[in-house]
């Protein structure tokens, strides 16, 4: 058994699904800033849609915050949300410094730190993409996520190899993974709202998700059972389906076309992506690696191969002329 677990734990692997994870992370944080930018006042500022003056209240004294600024916007004498543009400003950049692998374990920590003080500040703005980037910068932090292309190993002199660090951190994303779902599978199962298609009409009609216009539904209730059906099977057993070999390719890309469903019809693009990263990580990064190499390297090499006949052919009648 102990021989098993070593295996399973500690057999030595490349760094390539952790460099994706953090890529995709910090990639995604940079987008959601982006997306927040005209917003920061609104859901960050001292006078935002929850005042520091209650968030600080709501929130344990002990979880940083924004208002702990207060002392500093006191002694300096700046507004209070220019402080939070420049703390903004920090974290995105630290985010990009991570993206680019330099210095990853610093530019981590900040990130989180920082990201964990906005949420805590603004967290009746928050939903299930905070939680997740704030999980995926705490593992940017303890796991070897900028060992492969990353700017740290461009001066390195030999290619990085491959460790039992690499497995270990893969492996706990995996089984992160599979408590998540099977937790919100169960949570789901308990109500009887996934399973008579309440939960799947009421999503798709509340306004806030609404994207499309979804009553032609009510002719059709069979449909949204069957969705939620589908929901709770892939959330309750992808614990089992993602660990058979079997099974795993297409597990994979059924939990990834149930989140670009979520992006599509919900309108969370930013929540989904994140599932979609930690899914590639963990599980994905094969079939994402084989697609490449099936499919975009040949169609590269075609083009070379293109772009040669025709110099080539310029060439000939250069020739005569």
């Given at each position: ?185 169960a949570e789901k199962a308990m109500g009887i709202q996934w399973w008579n298609g309440e939960a799947i ?75 979609i990263i930690f899914n590639t990580a963990a599980f994905g990064w ?36």
């Open positions: 058994m102990l021989a098993s677990l070593k295996r399973f734990f500690l057999t030595p692997s490349t760094g390539e699904p952790l460099a994706f994870f953090r890529i995709g992370a910090a990639l995604l944080g940079l987008v959601q800033g982006g997306w927040l930018a005209g917003s920061i006042t609104l859901l960050y500022g001292s006078n935002g849609l929850v005042p520091w003056s209650i968030s600080s209240g709501i929130v344990d004294a002990y979880m940083p915050q924004l208002s702990w600024l207060q002392p500093l916007v006191k002694v300096t004498g700046m507004p209070a949300d220019a402080w939070v543009y420049i703390l903004m400003g920090i974290y995105l950049c630290s985010l990009g410094v991570l993206l680019l692998g330099k210095f990853t374990r610093y530019a981590a920590f900040v990130a989180w730190a920082l990201q964990f003080t906005f949420i805590n500040t603004g967290f009746m703005g928050a939903y299930g993409v905070e939680t997740f980037m704030h999980i995926a910068l705490f593992y940017c932090i303890i796991m070897p996520v900028g060992e492969v292309f990353s700017w740290d190993t461009f001066s390195r002199p030999t290619a990085p190899v491959a460790t039992e660090w690499n497995t270990l951190s893969i492996r706990v994303l995996q089984l992160h993974l599979c408590l998540v779902y099977i937790a919100s599978g009409w009421q999503t798709l009609m509340q306004g806030q998700f609404a994207r499309f216009d979804m009553r032609w539904m009510a002719n059709y209730p069979l449909l949204a059972k069957v969705i939620g059906w589908g929901t709770l099977l892939l959330e309750t057993g992808y614990p089992f389906f993602i660990w058979w070999r079997r099974t795993r390719p297409y597990g994979y890309l059924a939990i990834v076309l149930m989140h670009m469903g979520i992006a599509v019809f919900m309108g969370l693009q930013l929540f989904s992506s994140i599932m094969p079939y994402l690696q084989h697609a490449y190499r099936s499919i975009v390297l040949p169609l590269r090499e075609k083009k070379r191969l293109q772009r040669a006949g025709q110099l080539a052919t310029q060439a000939f009648w250069n020739h005569f002329e």
